[in-house]
């Protein structure tokens, strides 16, 4: 499975009101619905950044739900880039 090519690795970068407002642990179960792996932290700067891994609809439903995050974030602006790892999640955690 390292090298399977309908996986995608893409690392999310999300700015505005997402900390304090349960973005990590809605996330998680997001991730959790959608079947895509990887994880999601808070950052010091006040913003959440993620590793999302799945095939790509599971990543394009990630993207398409962080860009909104849960109710009361408020997502001023997200910024995303494929990564190429070898690495492989099994599930989604928050760290």
């Known amino acids: 499975m390292a090298h399977d090519p309908l996986i995608e690795t893409v690392f ?3 700015r505005g009101k997402v900390q ?3 973005f990590r642990l809605a996330t998680v179960r997001r991730a959790h619905m959608v079947g895509a792996t990887g994880w999601v932290q808070n950052r010091q700067d006040g ?3 993620a590793l999302v891994q799945g095939t790509p609809d599971q990543v ?6 962080l860009g909104r995050g849960p109710p009361g974030a408020m997502v001023k ?3 995303s880039r494929r990564e190429f790892l070898d690495k492989r999640f099994s599930s989604f955690q928050q760290l």
């Open 12 to 14: 999310v970068h999300v």
């Open 20 to 22: 304090g407002v349960g």
């Open 47 to 49: 913003s959440v950044e």
């Open 60 to 65: 394009d439903q990630m993207l398409e739900w």
């Open 77 to 79: 602006e997200i910024d």
